[in-house]
């Protein structure tokens, strides 16, 4: 039985859950702390510093109980809240959709560098993101290119009403349309930029995946079949038909895959124009290839 947070000051809460965290082995305890009391609270960071002497009522002592539970058993901040961000822009997840990566800004990265390298097109820039979960790399393009339209697709129903729903919260929705199908199977028309972050753990590996991961993110996002390359054998080909002339591929890949999936792209004819672009970590995250005109 742990000691109500009713009574306390908030900076007693804060103390006495930062505690609690690093006993239960979180590396990120004082942080995790303040941003569950300011969720609580309704402050920010430095609202929480602030708000240091006022007291914690019944109602948000049991709200930061449930939390601390719920952290204390391996739930992601980003689960706990509901939201999280991706390239600056704020970002409603439900159990259908994975918590976006900062290793996947890299894609949105070295989409619009592919994009800069070659003049413009003579129409309304079109966009694809096939397997958008959130709908995470989608809306931070549009967020980038305001004269874009973009088409998102995923196989889950529900991830795509939060992708829709993000749409719609960042004033992007009329730029933007949601498709149900596998992988790019229900496109039509030529895209200048196609963009995926598909599943990609092999099979095997699911289970050594940290609990965080495991756990929350959903199956079906992170199963990439028996050697972690079965989603890009399909949406490799089926991009490659789907880019006009000049039009980009550009997916995200897992730990030593650039090279594999850099193959399954010159395969299908398109060009490598540049390396793989690595993450924050060094990691060739990022394969981008082009189409070239006939
Ligand atoms: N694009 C998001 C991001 O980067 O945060 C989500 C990426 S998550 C790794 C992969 C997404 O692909 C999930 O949303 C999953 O539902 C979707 N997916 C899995 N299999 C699919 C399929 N056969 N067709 C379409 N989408 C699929
Ligand atoms: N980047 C995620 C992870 O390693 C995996 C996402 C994916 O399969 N595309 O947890």
Redesign the pocket.
Known sequence: MTESLAGQTVEGARRSLTARFKSGQIDSAELDARILIGAVLGLDLTGVIAAANRLITPGESERLEDFAHRRLKGEPIARLLGHKEFWGLPLLLSPAT?VP?P??ETVVELALEMLRAVPPPDHRLRIADIGTGSGAILLALLSELPDAFGIATDVSVAALRTASANAVNLGLARRAAFVACDYAAALSNPFDLIVS?????RSTEIAE??SE?RDY?PHR????GTDGLDAYRVLVPQAARLLAHRGVLVV?V?QRQSGDIEELMTATGLMLERPAKTDLAGIRRAVAGRRLPP
């Open positions: 994975l990566r290793d996947t972050n598909p599943p990609y753990i995946l940290a991961v993110d996002a992170l199963d990439g995200e897992g």
